[in-house]
């Protein structure tokens, strides 16, 4: 789609005030989940952020922090400094917003060796519309060298997510998304095209060239990034070392949010079945769920919440799985950002249970930190201002 007419698209729909808010103030609804009553401290330690959506953690008390809007910033012992030199990305300048549906500067990550290469890796979308991942060196809080290990084959100003997680010392995996309008008369096929880079996980050396040992797919002669396909809109991913899975959650359209075990070369169904609708209450799949229990893996969970308007589910942000926290109950546990309600969940995965829990915001990120305790980065609450906070959570 011709990016000026998303951005004509987004002044309309900006209106309506997409994010549910008043006098651009953004509410906290009311959550159908339970809320619950462990004790815990929230420190803001940082803020002056507009959407951040990533952060590597050096150590305790060092993070990078990506911010949607562009810009990319170094906390160190309280202090915060802005990177110069980071690359342009697609924004909207007159409202301070990424190009309408998760464009903008994603996520940010360490290399796995970075203590001795100093490599960071960033995924963004660019000034030319395309999906890229570049790695970089800093010097004096500036951008000292920039290589582009990944760029996408095909324009993709929705749904990108872009999430950057290690699987070693020598692999990454990184999502990009395809939340197009789908319907079941109409079905945006892009998620399973294999020709096509949207709706897909894809997994990479660091440097950016194909691993050998990709999924081969039936009629292409040779393996590619993809790792596996179907998605519509990852946001989160995570990757647990001592199983060696990776784990993601996604966005359905209305309803139908996933959690997911991604698997190599798995069809994971979208748009072909959905447990969501459309917005309009357009029916999406075009086949039954016994039909897609048969070629493609269904989601390990969903979350589908009764309303009056017909269901509405979490709209997940990002995943971690929690292990030796300061918080004990909540070791084994994932932890998520759910954008529709405004908090931070934690979900269950042996029991399906997903509770709340008192931090409130549009938490995009969070991370647990070598001493135990976590990290959040949290969207701005006004949107006259840049109120975005990076928040520690501890017992």
Not at 15 to 34: A, E, F, H, Q, R
Not at 280 to 285: E, N, Q
Request: hydrophobic residues 35%.
């Amino acid at each position: 789609m011709n990016i000026k007419l998303f951005k004509i698209l987004f002044s309309v729909l900006s209106l309506g005030c997409l994010t549910g808010c008043k006098n651009n103030v953004i509410k906290v609804p009311d959550s159908p989940y339970p809320i619950s009553t462990d004790s815990f401290s929230v420190e803001t330690i940082a803020e002056g952020f507009t959407i951040p959506y990533g952060i590597a953690v050096v150590d305790d008390n060092e993070y990078f922090v990506s911010d949607r809007i562009g810009k990319m910033f170094h906390f160190k012992a309280g202090t915060l400094t802005e990177i110069s030199g980071m690359p342009e990305v697609v924004t909207f300048n007159n409202s301070g917003i990424p190009a309408i549906l998760h464009g903008g500067l994603m996520d940010i990550s360490l290399h796995p060796n970075y203590s001795t290469n100093a490599w960071l890796y960033i995924s963004y979308l660019a000034t030319d519309g395309f999906a890229k991942v570049s790695r970089l060196k800093l010097q004096n809080n500036a951008v000292k060298q920039i290589e582009t290990v990944f760029t996408s084959r095909h324009q993709n100003y929705t749904g990108n997510g872009m999430r950057i997680v290690w699987e070693d010392d020598r692999h990454f995996f990184l999502n990009i998304g395809n939340s197009d309008l789908s319907t079941r008369a109409n079905p945006v096929m892009y998620a399973q095209d294999l020709h096509h880079d949207a709706g897909k996980i894809h997994r990479l050396m660091d440097d950016g060239s194909i691993p050998p040992d990709n999924p081969l797919f039936e009629g292409i002669i040779s393996p590619t990034t993809i790792w596996s396909y179907g998605h519509r809109d990852v946001q989160g991913l995570y990757f647990e070392k001592s199983t060696h899975t990776l784990f993601g959650v996604e966005h359905g359209p209305k309803g139908g949010d996933e959690f997911n075990s991604i698997a190599k070369g798995k069809n994971y169904g979208w748009p072909l079945f959905t447990y969501g609708i459309n917005y309009d209450g357009a029916v999406v799949s075009t086949v039954s769920e016994d039909s897609a229990a048969t070629f493609t893996v269904l989601p390990q969970h969903y979350w589908t919440v009764p309303t009056h308007d017909g269901g509405q589910a979490i709209a997940p942000a990002c995943l971690l799985k929690v292990k030796q926290s300061t918080i004990p109950g909540w070791n084994g546990h994932f932890l998520l950002g759910s954008l529709a309600y405004r908090r931070l969940m934690l979900y269950n995965r042996a029991t399906g249970e997903t509770v709340g829990l008192n931090i409130e915001g549009r938490v995009r990120t969070i991370k647990q930190l070598p001493g135990g305790d976590l990290i959040a980065l949290i969207e701005r609450t006004d949107l006259r201002k840049t109120n975005g906070r990076i928040i520690r959570i501890s017992s």
